[in-house]
């Protein structure tokens, strides 16, 4: 079966778990720019898992009950002018033949089309309160069908959040996704050795960030997955850094977490390495800390583990060297209990990655009662995949040691959780290690 027609016939199965109705979905609509000219499309995540159709201007139906299962596709007709201006169009009877459906409409069809489906369904599913012109939509096919009334026609009486069901769906990657999230991590292991290898004091960020879409385009990679991070210096200890227009300084530090979208799958990855190609003993300090919190981590992140297992490894590590290099004072349970560690690292060690950069699925287990924190932290199962990413990063301050001022430093690698006690890294091509960045640096290889 077409792998996008597995998907969604899953997703029907679900819905007749919960009494069967009728699913809508849109992808995403293009946006403006400016006068006369567009952002680049990219459709909507859920739709392009379900349907793997890349056009705007459409949506996705699937019905399901006891008495039936179909998937129909609605999108935008041949037309010889526009593609002519815009580019080839599948058609609908192309789309359907070529992406698995039942049967497939031109996109002007969907409101009566939808109409006819809802009736005598018990519910509908979609993306709940997701924008107003769905909202609109939807009111038109409901009232379309209790027109009907009189003539013994039934309206659903139930709305299921769509949205939800298919977060939970996507958060464990069957192997065809896995594949291509191999592939998109190699590209941008590529493109952070290019970076090291290209950066020398004197030149500029955005002269690197040119140095990594380079590389992206040209593996074959359709777009960076999310605004590159280029910052030296200081700049490194801004969490969302995204200027990259500041000339690059002998003896500081250079922190980049870029990564690249390869056929609609995210990857990110985060090193931070010496302008000059050497470290600095302050540098390297904070540096060894990073990368052993880093692998307790990594190390932590094993099938059965909570989300937060990496998380609170990689923080025992990273308060026990800020304490040890005059950071924060100990001991390190009352350090961790106070939270001191969190003035030098103030965000989570991972998130869920896939088709988007943070990926969906709750966090929380959705099939355990809550206690007192509320629901417990979920746990990992082999085809998850989230990031590995703890740093430190020192703001300049009277209170804090000279030599350390300014110095801001991530390690991010993508994990797959497997199923034989341990996990997958597939951006280790990206060196890491100090030595290896060094001699990247100074050899070239």
């Given at each position: 079966?077409?792998?996008?027609?597995?998907?969604?016939?899953?997703?029907?199965?679900?819905?007749?778990?919960?009494?069967?109705?009728?699913?809508?979905?849109?992808?995403?609509?293009?946006?403006?720019?400016?006068?006369?000219?567009?952002?680049?499309?990219?459709?909507?995540?859920?739709?392009?898992?379900?349907?793997?159709?890349?056009?705007?201007?459409?949506?996705?139906?699937?019905?399901?009950?006891?008495?039936?299962?179909?998937?129909?596709?609605?999108?935008?007709?041949?037309?010889?002018?526009?593609?002519?201006?815009?580019?080839?169009?599948?058609?609908?009877?192309?789309?359907?033949?070529?992406?698995?459906?039942?049967?497939?409409?031109?996109?002007?069809?969907?409101?009566?089309?939808?109409?006819?489906?809802?009736?005598?369904?018990?519910?509908?599913?979609?993306?709940?309160?997701?924008?107003?012109?769905?909202?609109?939509?939807?009111?038109?096919?409901?009232?379309?069908?209790?027109?009907?009334?009189?003539?013994?026609?039934?309206?659903?009486?139930?709305?299921?959040?769509?949205?939800?069901?298919?977060?939970?769906m996507r958060l464990v990657k069957d192997a065809h996704e896995l594949d291509i999230m191999r592939?998109?991590?190699?590209?941008?292991?590529?493109?952070?050795?290019?970076?090291?290898?290209?950066?020398?004091?004197?030149?500029?960020?955005?002269?690197?960030?040119?140095?990594?879409?380079?590389?992206?385009?040209?593996?074959?990679?359709?777009?960076?997955?999310?605004?590159?991070?280029?910052?030296?210096?200081?700049?490194?200890?801004?969490?969302?850094?995204?200027?990259?227009?500041?000339?690059?300084?002998?003896?500081?530090?250079?922190?980049?977490?870029?990564?690249?979208?390869?056929?609609?799958?995210?990857?990110?990855?985060?090193?931070?390495?010496?302008?000059?190609?050497?470290?600095?003993?302050?540098?390297?300090?904070?540096?060894?800390?990073?990368?052993?919190?880093?692998?307790?981590?990594?190390?932590?992140?094993?099938?059965?583990?909570?989300?937060?297992?990496?998380?609170?490894?990689?923080?025992?590590?990273?308060?026990?060297?800020?304490?040890?290099?005059?950071?924060?004072?100990?001991?390190?349970?009352?350090?961790?209990?106070?939270?001191?560690?969190?003035?030098?690292?103030?965000?989570?060690?991972?998130?869920?990655?896939?088709?988007?950069?943070?990926?969906?699925?709750?966090?929380?287990?959705?099939?355990?009662?809550?206690?007192?924190?509320?629901?417990?932290?979920?746990?990992?199962?082999?085809?998850?995949?989230?990031?590995?990413?703890?740093?430190?990063?020192?703001?300049?301050?009277?209170?804090?040691?000279a030599e350390f001022h300014d110095i801001g430093i991530r390690i991010e690698d993508d994990a797959?959780?497997?199923?034989?006690?341990?996990?997958?890294?597939?951006?280790?091509?990206?060196?890491?290690?100090?030595?290896?960045?060094?001699?990247?640096?100074?050899?070239?290889?």
């Amino acid at each position: 079966m077409h792998v996008h027609a597995s998907r969604r016939a899953r997703l029907a199965a679900a819905m007749r778990e919960r009494g069967g109705g009728v699913a809508v979905l849109f992808t995403a609509p293009e946006v403006a720019r400016n006068r006369d000219t567009s952002y680049p499309y990219r459709w909507d995540s859920h739709f392009y898992w379900l349907t793997g159709f890349p056009e705007p201007e459409a949506a996705v139906v699937v019905v399901a009950d006891d008495a039936r299962e179909e998937s129909i596709l609605f999108c935008r007709a041949k037309n010889e002018e526009r593609e002519i201006w815009d580019g080839w169009r599948h058609g609908p009877e192309a789309a359907r033949e070529r992406f698995g459906f039942d049967r497939a409409f031109a996109i002007d069809e969907l409101d009566a089309q939808v109409a006819q489906l809802l009736a005598d369904r018990p519910s509908i599913w979609h993306p709940m309160a997701s924008t107003q012109e769905l909202d609109a939509r939807l009111r038109g096919w409901l009232d379309a069908v209790r027109a009907q009334a009189r003539a013994g026609v039934t309206a659903p009486d139930q709305a299921v959040d769509l949205l939800h069901v298919l977060d939970e769906m996507r958060l464990v990657k069957d192997a065809h996704e896995l594949d291509i999230m191999r592939r998109a991590a190699r590209i941008s292991a590529r493109a952070h050795r290019r970076a090291m290898r290209s950066t020398q004091p004197g030149r500029h960020e955005y002269e690197i960030e040119a140095e990594l879409l380079h590389e992206f385009r040209s593996g074959g990679s359709q777009f960076p997955a999310y605004s590159s991070i280029v910052a030296g210096g200081a700049n490194a200890c801004v969490l969302h850094y995204v200027a990259n227009d500041a000339p690059l300084a002998d003896g500081d530090l250079l922190l980049i977490d870029a990564g690249c979208e390869l056929d609609g799958y995210a990857s990110d990855i985060t090193r931070s390495f010496p302008v000059n190609g050497r470290f600095s003993g302050p540098q390297r300090t904070l540096y060894e800390i990073v990368l052993a919190a880093q692998q307790a981590a990594i190390e932590a992140t094993v099938a059965g583990a909570r989300f937060t297992d990496p998380h609170d490894a990689a923080v025992r590590v990273l308060a026990q060297g800020m304490i040890d290099c005059g950071l924060i004072a100990g001991p390190l349970d009352a350090a961790i209990e106070s939270g001191a560690y969190r003035r030098f690292y103030m965000h989570r060690t991972g998130h869920w990655l896939g088709m988007d950069v943070h990926d969906v699925g709750d966090y929380r287990e959705p099939g355990e009662p809550a206690g007192e924190h509320g629901k417990p932290w979920r746990v990992l199962r082999p085809g998850m995949v989230l990031t590995v990413e703890p740093g430190i990063y020192v703001r300049a301050a009277d209170d804090v040691p000279a030599e350390f001022h300014d110095i801001g430093i991530r390690i991010e690698d993508d994990a797959v959780v497997t199923a034989d006690g341990r996990c997958e890294i597939i951006t280790g091509d990206a060196p890491k290690a100090i030595d290896e960045i060094e001699a990247l640096m100074r050899d070239g290889s």
